[in-house]
Each structure stands twice: as C-alpha cells, then as structure tokens.
C-alpha cells in the first residue's frame, strides 16, 4: 500500500464524511453548490463502474462503496430532506447545466 494513496484516501473520506456529519447535525446546506455534489456523484458513478465487474482489494472495494454511498447521502439531504431542503440557495450556486 502507497503511503500517499493511504493519507490521500483517508483525508478524502474525512473531508466528506465531515461535510456530512455538518449538513446532518445543522440541518442546513447553506453555501453549499448543490450542482457540485450531483458532479461529484456523477464522476464516482462512472469512475467506479468496474466495482461490478473487477475486484482489487477489500480496501478498494469499502472505499468505493463509501465515497459513492456519503456523495449520494450529502445529495438526497440537500434534495429532499425537509428541513435541509430549504436552506439551499438556487440563486447562489451559479453552474449552468
């Protein structure tokens, strides 16, 4: 295992997790680009798409599942939980798609 790899992985999975935990326990995604977190969960879509037909390592595989699974969380907390919902700001976050 790449020491590099290890500390790159594990401060992505703490930056994630940590943005989560806040949305969770303020109740709101307010300064948050919700068109970004949808691109995040686009780019794990496709990144990891050969999750179903190659197999790595345990560590690998827990991560994948993980960085999809919180992407997909942070997402549905920011569409569709009541209270968190409205505190998305439309106007600000500004990416066309």
Do not use: P
Not at 24 to 29: D, I, L, M, Y
Not at 57 to 84: D, E, P, Q, T
Request: glycine share 4%.
């Amino acid at each position: 295992m790449n020491l590099f790899r290890l500390l790159g992985d594990m401060t992505h999975l703490l930056s994630i997790v940590v943005l989560l935990l806040k949305i969770r326990t303020t109740k709101s995604c307010a300064g948050i680009a919700l068109k970004t977190q949808e691109l995040y969960v686009i780019v794990f879509v496709t990144r990891y798409l050969d999750f179903f037909t190659r197999y790595y390592s345990l560590y690998n595989s827990v991560l994948k599942v993980f960085f999809l699974g919180i992407s997909v969380a942070i997402v549905w907390y920011m569409r569709y939980h009541k209270v968190v919902k409205q505190t998305y700001n439309k106007e600000e976050d500004t990416f066309r798609h």
